[in-house]
């Protein structure tokens, strides 16, 4: 008769468990790059937020989002066991220093600029000024390309006030968020001409600590796999377009 009881017991107990983990919120170290992820009237908002939020409610799991310069974002999460980190872009620099969850969307880095000429050429452009996200993959790019004339902000939208003041001649950005990030710091998106590529395709993911793999961060991928299959992604993607 006691057997019975302790294995309807165990069986309890093992659910409350189970909900318990699942209600309990992941931390999410943040970038501060729009339209990918941002804060509004004190939200979290933007393409990752939204997909993660969407994958993480198919499976119970909730989220608490901390905005942080993007540098930091970056070294809190490879310091920690426990933490997510969006919107990261995968690099051979990058794949040892976190476990990837589930792609998310791509774009490609390109030259912009505020009216004026684009450079006909990378060594034409490597004489001007260009802005480019600190610690994004395109400074590595960059630098790597021989460019001296580089300005990091710490922010897109410092890059983008730059770029509409003429402080910088280029800024090179995300296709996919270059217009968003340009409106949000106040310029005409309409100002903007898009020129040179830089780079490949990128590839953003979801990451997150080394070694933070268990049965929450599978089932955000599953959820996120659910999410393209469904279509339900693109349509999230296609209202930052």
């Known amino acids: 008769m006691f057997a019975p009881c302790r294995l309807l017991l165990f069986v309890l107990l093992a659910c409350y468990a189970v909900r318990v983990a699942a209600a309990q919120e992941i931390t999410v170290d943040a970038g501060p790059i729009p339209p990918f992820s941002y ?16 994958a993480g409610q198919l499976h119970g799991l909730h989220f608490n989002y901390r905005f942080l310069p993007w540098l930091r974002a970056q070294s809190d999460t490879r310091s920690s066991r426990d933490r997510i ?12 220093q976190y476990n990837w969850i589930a792609e998310l969307f791509q774009y490609q880095f390109v030259f912009i600029s505020a009216g004026a000429a684009m450079p006909r050429s990378l060594e034409e452009a490597k004489g001007m000024r260009v802005a480019v996200l600190r610690g ?5 790019m960059l630098r790597d390309m021989g460019f001296a004339l ?5 922010s897109e939208e410092i890059n983008a006030r730059k770029l509409a003041a003429r402080r910088i001649d280029l800024w090179v950005a995300a296709d996919l968020a270059a217009k968003s990030i340009y409106r949000q710091a ?10 040179l590529k830089l780079g490949e395709p990128m590839h953003v993911f979801l990451a997150s600590s080394p070694g933070f793999n268990n ?9 996120v796999a659910r999410l393209r299959a469904s279509g339900a992604a693109e349509r999230i993607i296609g209202t930052y377009r």
Not at 39 to 54: H, M, R, S, T
Not at 136 to 140: G, S
Not at 186 to 195: M, V
Not at 215 to 223: F, S
Request: aromatic share 4%; proline share 7%; charged share 25%.
């Open 85 to 96: 980190i969006i919107p990261l872009t995968r690099t051979a620099e990058r794949e040892r």
């Open 186 to 195: 106040g310029g005409d998106p309409a100002q903007l001409r898009y020129g």
């Open 215 to 223: 049965t929450q961060t599978q089932a955000i991928a599953a959820g």
């Open 39 to 54: 804060e509004e009237q004190g939200k979290a908002a933007g393409i990752a937020v939204e997909l993660l939020d969407a």
């Open 150 to 154: 580089i300005d990091p902000g710490f």
């Open 136 to 140: 994004n993959p395109a400074e590595k």
